[in-house]
């Protein structure tokens, strides 16, 4: 299984898939999210990056990697010499999934059915926009790129061929950067992490 397809919307090119995608309820993650927050960027990119979910400024906003994980994504973007507005930037799930804690949204990760069902919007992305290169951030993202679970440390920094797709190349998530309590560590994994997407760039120049 893999999440490149041929496009089957009826819907006119990206603009008409992100119409489309306003009103999914392939999952029920629709319920309870602000809006479908779908990909951006040109509608042909040849980098195309992949994240987890929205979170919850995404969610409100209606545009990934605008909160706290985007702006650590940003500046290490800017690092490797990648201007994002070249990339197309978008994530596995297209809706926001929390959990309630009095008046705090906290982030949960998609579980296996809801990445599998938010796939097909990846796959027609994918088939729409082109890119030779995707960056799968984090294992959410590997996962609905090759329809396999795997880990994350035997795969990151590698660029691979997807069958009959671009070539991925798999790095951490900039949440788990956010994450990481000691801060010498975080020093560390955030310069991998700005290595890996130096590493990207190498390879498509
Ligand atoms: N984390 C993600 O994976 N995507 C976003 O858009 C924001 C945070």
């Excluded at 489309?20 to 990909?39: I, M």
């Excluded at 909160?67 to 070249?86: L, S, W």
């Excluded at 660029?159 to 797709?165: N, W």
Aim: net charge positive; with cysteine.
């Amino acid at each position: 299984a893999r999440a490149t397809a041929e496009p089957t919307s009826t819907a006119e090119g990206l603009a008409g898939l992100r119409e489309e995608a306003r009103s999914c309820t392939r999952c029920p993650l629709h319920c309870h999210a602000t809006q479908t927050v779908f990909g951006e960027g040109p509608d042909r990119a040849e980098l195309m990056i992949v994240g987890e979910q929205p979170g919850d400024h995404e969610d409100l906003q209606g545009r990934p990697f605008v909160g706290p994980a985007g702006q650590v994504f940003d500046e290490a973007m800017r690092h490797a010499g990648i201007d994002r507005g070249t990339a197309y930037v978008t994530n596995a799930v297209k809706h926001f999934k929390y959990e309630l804690r009095g008046k705090r949204r906290l982030h949960q990760s998609p579980n296996s059915a809801e990445v599998e069902q938010c796939r097909w919007w990846l796959g027609q992305e994918m088939a729409l926009v082109r890119p030779r290169l995707v960056v799968a951030m984090g294992r959410t993202a590997v996962l609905a790129l090759t329809g396999r679970a795997q880990k994350l440390a035997d795969l990151r920094g590698r660029v691979q061929a997807l069958p009959a797709g671009p070539a991925m190349l798999a790095t951490v998530h900039p949440s788990y950067l956010l994450r990481l309590p000691d801060a010498r560590a975080r020093e560390q994994e955030t310069i991998r992490f700005r290595e890996d997407l130096a590493a990207a760039r190498n390879w498509l120049s």
